[in-house]
Nanobody, 128 residues
Framework: QVQVVESGGGFVQAGGSLRLSCAASRPTLGIYAMAWFRQAPGKEREFLMALTRNDKKTWYEDSVRGRFTISRDNANNSMFLQMNNVKPEDTAVYYC?????????????????????WGQGTQVTVSS
């Protein structure tokens, strides 16, 4: 069973930056992709971006493209979310997820049902 753990959440002022980390425990062989989702109070879980392990495909939700960047350190089974120019509407619990399923399209990558492994989430609060 792969376990993932997020860290790095906290309070940040609008316009600031924050970097979230996600660590995946072994075994990770067979993990095809990792992704970031977020969920604000009263809203559904929202896809942000995903990154594959080997062929380096990425998918981004348009609302965060240009502000958020995903990167991965395969040697350490880690993934990062760099958040720049954050806005109050970015306030949410941020989740890291992993899957062994091959993701071929944006719609497949953005569907939380395709990720069997989830972290517990880390809170990000952006003040105006």
């Amino acid at each position: 069973q792969v376990q993932v753990v997020e860290s790095g959440g906290g309070f940040v002022q609008a316009g600031g930056s924050l970097r979230l980390s996600c660590a995946a425990s072994r075994p990770t062989l067979g993990i095809y992709a990792m992704a970031w989702f977020r969920q604000a109070p009263g809203k559904e879980r929202e896809f942000l971006m995903a990154l594959t392990r080997n062929d380096k495909k990425t998918w981004y939700e348009d609302s965060v493209r240009g502000r958020f960047t995903i990167s991965r350190d395969n040697a350490n089974n880690s993934m990062f979310l760099q958040m720049n120019n954050v806005k109050p509407e970015d306030t949410a619990v941020y989740y890291c997820a992993a899957t062994a399923e091959i993701l071929r399209t944006f719609m497949v990558a953005a569907n939380p049902r395709n990720y069997p492994y989830w972290g517990q989430g880390t809170q990000v609060t952006v003040s105006s």
